[in-house]
């Protein structure tokens, strides 16, 4: 993995576009990571390591981020609590996750305790060992940890995918920019990966899984269900993604809609338990 592997990544996940640039710090490669941005208004994040055995990771606020940072501060108890989601499964892999808010340690336990205006924030992640064994791949590492760290941030922001589609296939004039309406159930990009992040890319009725089938084409291939139907939730409803969204292969997820509603996972793997039988 390089650079422009980690963008091609993370756009794929999040779609939207992002900006990755190696440099070196300390010695050592470091990755410079965030979204497109031209005009100097949202973050990147730093990715650095030292003595090959730690990883650091620095959010770093661009020149005219006032508003952005302002707006975190004041985002739903949803968004705040994926954010809690993403801080914990960092701090569940062995990082350390340093949070402050105009200069006070922020907790994330209780939203209640935020400030409600936030007019500086700093996030400092650190992981030692960043590998348990075997030989340190700076960008391997860099996206796998550095993507969590984006989820997380992205969770506070009201950033929303885009689409550029050609003139010639749409009809429109050079340069528009076609913005897409995104389901937030079924689409959302930041329970999406917050889910496979926390439980991987094996299929959760049968086991399968795309890469150890397939090698590298299948790597991270997967559907995410929804346990709970999207049309079954109210417009109040907030998911879960650790509870209410599991990683399933596409055969799996067909056999899970095979009826209205699915069919219970638990249902589907008796059924295929009782056919090897």
């Known amino acids: 993995m390089d650079a ?3 963008r091609r990544s993370l756009e794929a996940e999040y779609d939207i576009p992002f900006v990755v640039q ?3 710090d300390g010695g050592e490669p470091a990755f410079i990571i965030g979204p497109k941005d031209s005009g100097k208004e949202l973050f990147t994040i730093k990715v650095y390591f030292r003595n090959r055995i730690r990883l650091h990771m620095d959010f770093i606020p661009q020149k005219y981020s006032a508003n952005f ?5 004041r985002q739903s108890e949803e968004n705040r609590q994926r954010f809690f989601d ?3 499964l960092l701090a569940g892999m062995g990082a350390k996750v340093d949070i402050a808010v105009n200069a006070v340690p922020l907790s994330t336990d209780r939203s209640d305790s935020w400030p ?3 007019r500086d924030l700093k996030i400092h992640v650190t992981k030692m060992p960043v590998v348990e064994d075997g030989e340190l791949n700076h960008a391997d590492a860099a996206y796998k940890w550095g993507s969590l760290m984006i989820g997380m941030i992205l969770s506070l922001t009201d950033i929303v995918p885009i689409e550029e589609e050609s003139d010639q296939l749409n009809g429109y004039s050079e340069g528009d920019v076609q913005r897409t309406e995104v389901n937030r159930y079924e689409r959302n990009p930041l329970n999406r990966k917050l889910c496979l992040a926390a439980k991987g890319y094996d299929c959760a ?4 899984n795309f890469e150890r089938q397939y090698g590298p084409i299948g790597y991270r291939f997967i559907h995410v269900h929804h346990i709970v139907p999207v049309s079954q939730v109210g417009a109040g409803y907030v998911i879960d993604p650790l509870k209410d969204l599991i990683p399933v292969c596409p055969n799996c997820h067909a056999m899970l809609h095979r009826r209205n509603p699915p069919y219970i996972p638990d249902d589907l793997r008796k059924s295929l338990k009782h056919i090897g039988d």
């Open 4 to 6: 422009q592997d980690i």
């Open 22 to 24: 190696t440099t070196f």
């Open 69 to 73: 940072i302002d707006s975190m501060g």
């Open 86 to 88: 993403y801080a914990k």
């Open 116 to 118: 409600d205006m936030w």
């Open 205 to 208: 009725i049968c086991g399968m």
